[in-house]
C-alpha cells in the first residue's frame, strides 16, 4: 500500500474579500519525502495556492471557502499559521524575503523561534546550514541587506530549516537569479529532501528546471489544476513541451504565435 499523503489539499475554493474568486476547485497531493512542482504563468494560481496552505491567504483578507487542506492527516485550513508552522510546514515567500537590518546569521537563528524555550539542538541546526550553505559563513556577519540575490535565497531556505521542517513551501526560487546560480540552488533542494527527509512543494515558472528535479508536477491556468502527472510523462506531453517547455516536433517555437497557442491548448477547451 502507498503511503498516506503528507499534504492533501481536496477541491479548495479561495475568495479575497468575500468578493474576488482566485482558485477554484484545485486538488493536489504531496508524498511523504517527495518532491512536487507546481507549474504555471504569472497570475495562475501558484502563490495563492501556497498561501492557502500555509493560512497566510488570511493575512491578504483571503479565505478558504470551500474544500480542505490536510497535513499528516490533520485538517490544517482552519488553523492560524504560526500553528502551522509548528506543525513543520514553512513557506518560502517570493523574492527572498529577508530581514535586512539583521546579520545572515541573526537573520537564520529567527527560523528557531518557533522551538520557544527549546534551546538545545540550535547550534548544531546552525552548523546543519552552513554546511548545504557554506557562501553564507563567508557573509554570517553581514546585514542581509547587502548580500546579492542568490545569497538571500540561500538565507530564506536556510532560515526556514531552523525551524525543523516536514514540508517546505518554495514560492519562485529561481526568480531573478543567474542560470548557473538557479541550477546551484535547485541541486542543494534536492540534497536537502534526500539528506534531510524535507519534501518540497515548488510553485515555479521554470517548468524546465522543476520538472528536471521534481517527482510529480501540476499545472495550473486560471485558478485551477488543469493538468498533472510524473515528470518524465508531463516532459513528453506535446503542449507541456510547447507552452512551458519552448520545444515542438521541430523545435524551438516563439511565445508570440498568439493563435497557435490557443489553438492548441486543449485542456482549457
Same mark, same amino acid.
Given at each position: ?32 519525502? @517527495? /518532491? ?12 495563492? +495556492?501556497?498561501?492557502? /496552505? ?12 470551500? @474544500? +480542505?487542506?490536510?497535513?499528516?492527516? &490533520? ?10 508552522? &509548528? %506543525? ?6 517570493? !523574492?527572498?524575503?529577508? #530581514? ?7 537573520? =537564520? ?12 539542538? /540550535?547550534?548544531?541546526?546552525?552548523? %546543519?546550514?552552513?554546511?548545504? #550553505? ?5 557573509? &554570517? ?5 547587502? /548580500?546579492?540575490?542568490?545569497?538571500? *535565497?540561500?538565507?530564506?531556505? @536556510?532560515?526556514?530549516? %531552523? ?11 529561481? %526568480? !531573478? ?5 538557479? *541550477?546551484?540552488? #535547485? ?17 515555479? *515558472? ?10 510529480? @508536477? ?14 518524465? +510523462? ?8 510547447? #507552452?512551458? =517547455? ?18 492548441? &491548448?486543449?485542456?482549457?477547451?
Amino acid at each position: 500500500m502507498e503511503p498516506a499523503p503528507l499534504l492533501k489539499v481536496n477541491n479548495i475554493e479561495v475568495i479575497y474579500e468575500h468578493v474576488i474568486l482566485v482558485l477554484k476547485g484545485v486538488s493536489l497531493e504531496v508524498p511523504p519525502g @517527495g /518532491i512536487v512542482s507546481l507549474l504555471g504563468a504569472n497570475g495562475a494560481g501558484k502563490t495563492t +495556492t501556497l498561501k492557502a /496552505i500555509s493560512n497566510l491567504v488570511k493575512a491578504e483578507r483571503g479565505e478558504v471557502t470551500k @474544500g +480542505t487542506v490536510e497535513f499528516e492527516g &490533520k485538517r490544517i485550513d482552519r488553523m492560524y499559521a504560526p500553528a502551522v508552522v &509548528k %506543525m513543520g510546514l514553512i513557506q518560502i515567500m517570493e !523574492g527572498r524575503r529577508t #530581514f535586512e537590518h539583521l546579520t545572515v546569521e541573526d537573520d =537564520l537563528l529567527t527560523g528557531a523561534y518557533t522551538r520557544g524555550h527549546a534551546t538545545k539542538g /540550535i547550534k548544531e541546526s546552525l552548523e %546543519m546550514v552552513y554546511s548545504y #550553505f557554506p557562501r553564507l559563513v563567508e557573509r &554570517k556577519n553581514v546585514k542581509t541587506g547587502y /548580500i546579492s540575490g542568490g545569497e538571500m *535565497q540561500m538565507c530564506a531556505i @536556510g532560515r526556514a530549516l %531552523m525551524a525543523k521542517p516536514k514540508l517546505m513551501l518554495l514560492d519562485e526560487p529561481s %526568480m !531573478g537569479l543567474a542560470p548557473l546560480l538557479v *541550477q546551484e540552488i #535547485f541541486e542543494i533542494i534536492v540534497r536537502l529532501n534526500k539528506e534531510e527527509k524535507v519534501a518540497m512543494l515548488l510553485a515555479e *515558472q521554470n517548468a524546465a528546471m522543476a520538472l528536471q528535479f521534481a517527482n510529480y @508536477g501540476y499545472i495550473m491556468e486560471n485558478g485551477r489544476v488543469v493538468l498533472d502527472g510524473d515528470s518524465e +510523462t508531463l516532459k513528453d506531453n506535446a503542449d507541456v513541451r510547447e #507552452f512551458y =517547455l519552448g520545444l515542438t516536433e521541430i523545435g524551438k517555437k516563439s511565445y508570440r504565435d498568439v493563435k497557435h497557442y490557443k489553438r492548441r &491548448k486543449r485542456w482549457l477547451a
